[in-house]
Each structure stands twice: as structure tokens, then as C-alpha cells.
């Protein structure tokens, strides 16, 4: 079975430019979580999704960022326009349902980088 | 709001045993976990605790968790060098969205 994956693993950017970030979770699993590492810190939530509908946006840094799940499979995160505090590690984990202990299962995560 | 708090750095000789602490802030945290992730790679589970337990052991690992001072460890038996990695603490209420602490950068030497 295949994992999470996301694409591209890196991304240098410059500073007004617009990125798009692309997640697709383990097949079948309704849950899709966004995370972000910036350097050094913690990783930090930023939304999650339950099929095509945001649960829960409320880590979203601003409205700079836009997350879409089209049809409740793959989702992109664009950053528009970015910033060099955008900068880190994006990653996207997802998870069968929230009705009990399921495991969320973690990508490998896009490395941006805004210069 | 939530907050999860770990060491940055751990440094343990080969066939030592590693512990690495966090503590965490939020008392209705359910779930609380221990991800690795080693360089290139997403983070994995490597097991978790729920909240109305007090010790796990699963093979090298062993978690504490006491909750009355909010502090969980996750302790590694007979530590090797592939072992060395980034530890994440994190916490979550129910299956709801992970809190992660900085991590700990786990550095084993023979």
C-alpha cells in the first residue's frame, strides 16, 4: 500500500511568488491534516480536512494561504504571495476516521524555501 | 493555548539507554505520542500512550507518562546508531489535531 506523498519535496521560491503544494493521502482515508515545521520549532497544525471539508482551518497563519481538497482525494496548499517567514517544512498526514484511536500517517513533507 | 515543550539535543554512547523527556500543557489531552523521524523521511509513529495509562513497553521502547505533572519519556534500551533521529513529543484530544513539541535530535555515538 502507498504512503502519503507529497510533491515537490523542495521548492525555492522568491518572496511575491505563489507556490502550490500538493499532498495525496493513503487511499481511502477521509482525514487529511496540513502541518508546518519553520526551523528549528515545533511543528505546528495548520488545517485539517474530512473529505472535501475543512473541520478545522483555525491554524492557518493567514489568508495568504489556500488549501483545497477537490473531491475529497489529493489536496494543494498555495501560498500566495509568499513570504519569507513561509519558509519550512510542509507536511501532510492522513488518517482513516476520528471516531476512535486512528493513526495519522505522515508524508515525507516539501521543504519551502522563500528567498 | 496547548503547548508541548522537549529538549532540543540528546547525545548517548551505543548500548546506552536514551530518555527523552517533554512535557505538555494541555490537562484534556487524550492521546499522547512519540514520532521519529530520521533525515528525508516523515515522521513515524513509534507508539503511543492514552491518557488514563501510566506505563507502555513495547520491545526497547518504554513510555512514562505522569499526569499529574504533565510529563511523558520515552526511554530507548540498548540505544544504536540507528536510533539517531528527531524525536517528536506530541499530544491530541481524542484522534483530533496533533500538538508537537521542537523535537529532540538524538545523536548516538559508537
Known amino acids: 500500500e502507498a504512503g502519503v506523498t507529497q510533491f515537490p519535496s523542495h521548492s525555492v521560491i522568491e518572496k511575491g511568488q505563489t507556490v502550490t503544494l500538493r499532498c495525496d493521502p493513503i487511499?481511502?482515508?477521509?482525514?487529511l491534516y496540513w502541518y508546518r515545521r519553520v526551523m528549528g520549532k515545533e511543528i505546528k497544525f495548520l488545517l485539517h480536512f474530512v473529505k472535501e471539508s475543512k473541520q478545522d482551518e483555525s491554524g492557518m497563519p493567514n489568508n495568504r494561504f489556500l488549501a483545497e481538497r477537490t473531491g475529497g482525494t489529493y489536496s494543494t496548499l498555495k501560498v500566495q504571495p509568499a513570504e519569507l517567514e513561509d519558509s519550512g517544512v510542509y507536511f501532510c498526514?492522513?488518517?482513516?476516521?476520528?471516531?476512535?484511536?486512528?493513526?495519522?500517517?505522515f508524508g515525507p513533507g516539501t521543504r519551502l524555501t522563500v528567498l | 493555548g496547548e503547548d508541548v515543550e522537549q529538549s532540543l539535543f540528546l547525545s548517548v554512547r551505543e548500548g546506552d539507554s536514551s530518555v527523552i523527556n517533554c512535557t505538555y500543557t494541555d490537562s484534556s489531552s487524550t492521546y499522547l505520542y512519540w514520532y521519529k523521524q530520521e533525515p528525508g523521511a516523515g515522521l513515524q509513529l513509534l507508539t503511543y500512550i492514552f491518557s488514563n495509562m501510566d506505563m507502555k513497553q513495547d520491545q526497547r521502547l518504554t513510555v512514562l507518562l505522569n499526569k499529574k505533572d504533565k510529563h511523558l519519556s520515552l526511554r530507548i534500551a540498548d540505544t544504536q546508531t540507528g536510533d539517531s533521529a528527531i524525536y517528536f513529543c506530541?499530544?491530541?484530544?481524542?484522534?483530533?489535531?496533533?500538538?508537537f513539541g521542537t523535537g529532540t535530535r538524538l545523536q548516538v555515538f559508537p
Open positions: 506530541g499530544t491530541s484530544y481524542n484522534t483530533d489535531k496533533l500538538i
Open positions: 487511499s481511502g482515508h477521509d482525514n
Open positions: 498526514a492522513s488518517s482513516t476516521g476520528t471516531s476512535a484511536y486512528n493513526e495519522q500517517f
